[in-house]
Every structure is written in structure tokens, then in C-alpha cells.
């Protein structure tokens, strides 16, 4: 696989690797979804091209709550049941392909009708260029799923603990059973056998992948051309660029305790990249590393956004449970 693909598989066994160092894991539950490419660009094939099964239409759906992030395109409204519409309308000859799909609450969809979408919302341009743009979204993120699915899989069985391979549907029913809200954390948690979730309404931790730096040499101004030549070393007095980091600054312009993300550079000034802003010129003595960095960041959220399953006519997850394949993003 290329390297694009090949890191994604990489970093779920890596932290599955970390996930087996500090506490005994018994088993391995994973989704391994599969999208029908065919299917999505043309949903009405049939006959001798494709031969129809009991979940026709059933990825499309699921394809297009993904893209238009689960709310209507015309109006925002989340939480509300949602339609499938057609961008422009099949009574003036417009296809059923993917991108000619969309997600609308019942009042747009109704207020739009057989209207062009240039005419619907021609008092709103730039909602307008946003959908025309949205649209054009290629299936990457679905391609990218079909291709790492089998190696993921390979890898995990490498471990020689129980795999269970689990589906959309059951994830699906699972959540439903349970009655819990739709998330990517919660998704992932009923993928294999569930039979309850005590606290589960608590922080998600995510993880996302952000490499171990480049082989560039040089910095790059606006037009293209080297502007100042970086540090031969990665470290500096110890610490690395992406270290997470504590700073007391006792006096000064930058007085105060500032924790986060360090950059480096050879004089020993350094910069604090916190939740507010970055902090400027920080003497490498005030600094204390409370965690190296190993090429990923975490951040922790109080919840995530809930969307309840029952409102949703077309409910169900893009992604694989241990991977957002869309962003790399690694949810526990």
C-alpha cells in the first residue's frame, strides 16, 4: 500500500501494542466495513450489472450522512429527520449518482421541490457554492476503508487474540439496544459483544497522528523560496519540537504557568503553543517536559456531539471503529 494508506493501518496496531502493555486484553473487536464503489456512484444499477442484495441503498445513505455532516445542506438543522434530495431535481433529468445527493430536513425539501438549486437558493450565493462544492466531494474516504480493511485485519490476527470482524448493522443494533446517543467513541465501543455500558457518558480521549517532523532543511516564505535554514539537531537542551511541556515565568511579559505543545529553537527561546494562543520567546530553563513527543497528540473533550439514533431515517457510521479514516483520528 502506499504510505498514506500504510500509516493508517500502522497506527491502529501500534496503539493496540500500547493498549497491551498496560492492561491484560483478552480479545480484539473490529469493524470491517466494505463499501460498494459501483453501488454508490450508481445506485439504480441492477440486472445483469450488479446484483441486487437485502442492504441495496443502505451504504449511499450511509455515505451521505457522513458527508453533509448530518444535518440538512439548506438549512443546518441537526437532530431532525432527514431526507434524501436531489441536488438538481430528477423531474428536470437529474441522475441519481452520489453527487447529485444530498441531505434536507422535510420543510426544505418541500420548499425546494422541483426547483434547480441555483433558483432555491439564489439569495444565498454562498450556501450555494458551498453545496455545488460539497457535491463534488470524491469517495476518498470510502476508497481509503475498502483498502486498508483487509491489511487491518491481517494485522490484528498477527497478535494471535480472539478477532471478531463485526458489521455496520451490528454496531448499529447494538447502540439502539442500549439506548445510547450516536458518537464516534460509542460506535467503536459496540462493535463486538456488548451487554452494557455502566458510565459512558464520561471524556473521550482522541488521539490523532501527527508525524515525527520532515527532512526539510529550510523554511518556505510565501513564495516558495527558502527563507532560513532550520536546526541541524532535532533537540535543543533536551527537548523536541512537539514535546508537551509546563512553563512557570515567574516575571516578564509572559508571567504565568502556560502548559502545551514546545517549539524549538537553537538559541534556547522558545515557543508554547497552549489552548489560547501561542506563547512567545520562553527561556528553555523555565520549561519542564511533561510528556515526550511520539509523532500523536491527545486531547480530551467533556462529551462529544450526541445525535440521537431514533431521529434518523438513514443512520449509520462511515468509518472503522479503531480509525476515523477521513482524518486519522483514533477515538477510545
Not at 497491551?20 to 469493524?31: D, G, L, N, W, Y
Not at 516578564?252 to 505543545?261: D, S
Request: proline share 5%; aromatic share 6%.
Amino acid at each position: 500500500m502506499p504510505p498514506s494508506l500504510q500509516t493508517r493501518v500502522d497506527n491502529v496496531t501500534s496503539l493496540v501494542g500500547r493498549y497491551r502493555a498496560v492492561t491484560p486484553i483478552s480479545s480484539i473487536s473490529v469493524e470491517a466495513v466494505r463499501f460498494d464503489m459501483q453501488q454508490m456512484e450508481n445506485p439504480e444499477i441492477s440486472g445483469i450489472e450488479y446484483q441486487q442484495g437485502t442492504l441495496a441503498g443502505y451504504e449511499c445513505r450511509e455515505y451521505l450522512l457522513e458527508k453533509w455532516g448530518r444535518k440538512c445542506a439548506y438549512c443546518d438543522a441537526e437532530n431532525v429527520p432527514l431526507e434524501i434530495d436531489h441536488i438538481h431535481p430528477k423531474g428536470r433529468r437529474g441522475s441519481d449518482r452520489i453527487s447529485n445527493l444530498t441531505l434536507a430536513c422535510r420543510p426544505c425539501n418541500e420548499a425546494k421541490g422541483c426547483q434547480p438549486v441555483e433558483w432555491f437558493l439564489a439569495s444565498k450565493p454562498e450556501k450555494l457554492k458551498r453545496i455545488l462544492a460539497q457535491s463534488k466531494r470524491p469517495l476518498d474516504a470510502a476508497a481509503a476503508v475498502n483498502s486498508t480493511r483487509t491489511a487491518l485485519v491481517g494485522k490484528l490476527r498477527e497478535t494471535r487474540l480472539p478477532l471478531y470482524a463485526g458489521r455496520v448493522g451490528v454496531q448499529k443494533f447494538n447502540r439502539q439496544t442500549l439506548g445510547l446517543p450516536k458518537t464516534h467513541a460509542l460506535d467503536a465501543a459496540c462493535v463486538g459483544a456488548v451487554s452494557g455500558l455502566g458510565a459512558w457518558d464520561m471524556q473521550t480521549l482522541r488521539i490523532k497522528a501527527k508525524g515525527r517532523g520532515s527532512y526539510q532543511r529550510t523554511q518556505i516564505g510565501s513564495h516558495g523560496f527558502p527563507r532560513g535554514y532550520l536546526t541541524r539537531s532535532k533537540s535543543v537542551h533536551g527537548f523536541r519540537t512537539g514535546d508537551l511541556v509546563r512553563a512557570i515565568v515567574p516575571s516578564g511579559k509572559n508571567v504565568g504557568t502556560h502548559t502545551g505543545r514546545v517549539a524549538v529553537r537553537a538559541s534556547g527561546s522558545f515557543d508554547i503553543q497552549t489552548g489560547s494562543g501561542t506563547i512567545q520567546h520562553i527561556n528553555w530553563k523555565r520549561c519542564r517536559r511533561t510528556m515526550a513527543a511520539d509523532g500523536y497528540t491527545y486531547t480530551q473533550t467533556s462529551h462529544e456531539r450526541f445525535l440521537p439514533c431514533r431521529r434518523y431515517r438513514c443512520q449509520s457510521h462511515l468509518a472503522s471503529n479503531f480509525l476515523r479514516t477521513g482524518d486519522r483520528q483514533t477515538n477510545r
